[in-house]
Nanobody, 133 residues
Framework: QVQLAESGGGSVQTGGSLRLSCDAS????????MGWFRQAPGKESEGVTP????????YYADSVKGRFTISQTYAKKTLFLQMNNLKPEDTATYYC??????????????????????????WGQGTQVTVSS
């Protein structure tokens, strides 16, 4: 059974830091690409947006470059998102997601386009991050 379990969300003030964790099991984590999406409040119609994705192609959204860093334990069993210098616009529900290098997937080496939700069949339940000004 595939499981992605996020933790580490919470409330901080502007300029603060948080570290999110995602424990993965039930699939070949070593062959996967894993990362983080988020959905801001009031923007449900826009769906989730990718912010940081690790793997053969690596992706960082412009809005988080220089502030957020992704890392993983050996065999990718746990994924981390270190978030520094948080801003109110970072307030969102953060989701851990994992994909496998199937044909057409962003998780295959050399893919030039940005990642999208459909590249990632495995999802966590989400963890809330609130940044107050």
């Amino acid at each position: 059974q595939v499981q992605l379990a996020e933790s580490g969300g919470g409330s901080v003030q502007t300029g603060g830091s948080l570290r999110l964790s995602c424990d993965a099991s039930g699939f070949d984590t070593g062959a996967s690409c894993m990362g983080w999406f988020r959905q801001a409040p009031g923007k449900e119609s826009e769906g989730v947006t990718p912010i940081v994705i690790g793997g053969p192609n690596s992706y960082y959204a412009d809005s988080v470059k220089g502030r957020f860093t992704i890392s993983q334990t050996y065999a990718k069993k746990t994924l981390f998102l270190q978030m520094n210098n948080l801003k109110p616009e970072d307030t969102a529900t953060y989701y851990c997601a994992a994909g496998l290098p199937f044909p057409g997937s962003w998780c295959r080496t050399g893919v030039k386009r940005s990642p999208v939700k459909s590249d990632f069949p495995y999802w966590g339940q989400g963890t809330q991050v609130t940044v107050s000004s």
